[in-house]
């Protein structure tokens, strides 16, 4: 079984990105030992340069063991994690999730079209 | 108007479960009203359920009663819902000594009816992509005052159909999962506590359900 990627979207003002990093290392990442299939992999910003009156993005990528691992992870997260969310909530302009698989692999289709 | 009831008994930890069980089939043979029943020991692995799972068709004409399960011995409690189909479909309606699963669920409170149309599609999408969901049922509860808000049911042929297939496709951990993990902040719907139990299923529930030629089961 392949890793599943999850990649955290988070738009926000260039004031708040390291505001974000902080909680993330102080609140979220010392709940992953318990969650001990989740690591994060890459933190990145986009554009990478400040704007005048422009939001970035902060790029979350996170790898899961597998998909076995993915159910652990759903099912170990602390209460840090919604309180981390919720704090990030207050900063961010517009935040999405995205759980990704590996491209290479062929796409399931429903078994009416395979 | 025939009336689905799905109901979770609670007993005691210490509870003999032999005498609990003999003694809800005695129950249910002599209850009136009642077009089909099934009862199952909810296996290994469940959580958020109780020790036995009731299923009850009850008759279009019943005046249907609360049924009561105090007298069990070793009874706690009982979480009872009716519920209304929203779809259900059959691919093996002959199949025998399978693995009937549950999972109760309770849509958020202000998720718009559009958004919860959506979700049961996406549920209901389930079987398309998962052979070995052999048969299903999404129903809606009705019961007033309920912490659950659907009825999500399949049927497998194995322990192996839920256990591999269904969790391990990527239709279910890369897509309906979202919908019940708070970190998705766009798309989740469901409450973090649900009802999943699965348990032995000597003939299918749903193929029964829908002979009674309702159109409503």
Not at chain 1, 28 to 34: D, V
Not at chain 2, 194 to 202: G, I, Q, S, T
């Amino acid at each position: 079984m392949s890793k599943v990627h999850i990649l955290d979207e988070i738009v926000l003002q260039p004031d708040d990105i390291n505001a974000v990093l902080q909680r993330l290392e102080n609140q979220y990442l010392p709940g992953l030992p318990a969650r001990h299939t989740l690591s994060l992999s890459q933190r990145w910003v986009s554009p990478p340069v400040r704007l005048d009156g422009q939001p970035n993005t902060l790029w979350l990528l996170w790898a899961v063991t597998d998909v076995y691992g993915y159910y652990t992870m759903r099912g170990t997260a602390g209460p840090e994690v919604s309180a981390f969310w919720e704090a990030v909530d207050q900063l961010c302009l517009q935040r999405r999730r995205h759980v990704m698989g590996d491209a290479r692999q062929p796409l399931p289709q429903s078994l009416e079209d395979a | 108007m025939s009336a689905l009831e799905t109901v979770q008994v609670f007993l005691q930890e210490d509870a003999d479960l032999e005498a609990a069980e003999t003694a809800l089939h005695t129950q249910l043979e002599a209850a009136p009203g009642l077009a089909g029943w099934h009862c199952g020991r909810n296996l290994e692995g469940c959580w958020g359920g109780g020790q036995f799972t009731v299923d009850l068709l009850w008759h279009a004409y019943a005046d249907k009663p609360a049924m009561e399960f105090g007298s069990l011995p070793g009874f706690t409690s009982a979480d009872a819902v009716c519920y209304q189909t929203v779809a259900s479909g059959q691919r093996d309606p002959g199949l025998r000594q399978g693995i009937w699963r549950t999972l109760l669920l309770s849509v958020r409170e202000g998720v718009p009816a559009a958004e919860v149309e959506t979700f049961e599609q996406e549920l209901l999408g389930m079987p398309r992509y998962m052979a070995a969901i052999r048969n299903w049922r999404l129903g809606r509860v009705t019961t007033p005052g309920s912490r659950w808000t659907h009825v999500w049911q399949q049927e497998y042929a194995a322990i192996d159909g839920l256990m591999g297939e269904y969790l391990l496709h990527p239709y279910h951990w890369g897509w309906v999962d979202r919908r019940f993990d708070p970190e998705f902040p766009d798309v989740w719907v469901v409450d973090t506590g649900l009802c999943h139990v699965f348990c032995a299923l000597e003939n299918s529930i749903i193929a029964r359900a829908a002979a009674n030629a309702h159109p409503d089961i």
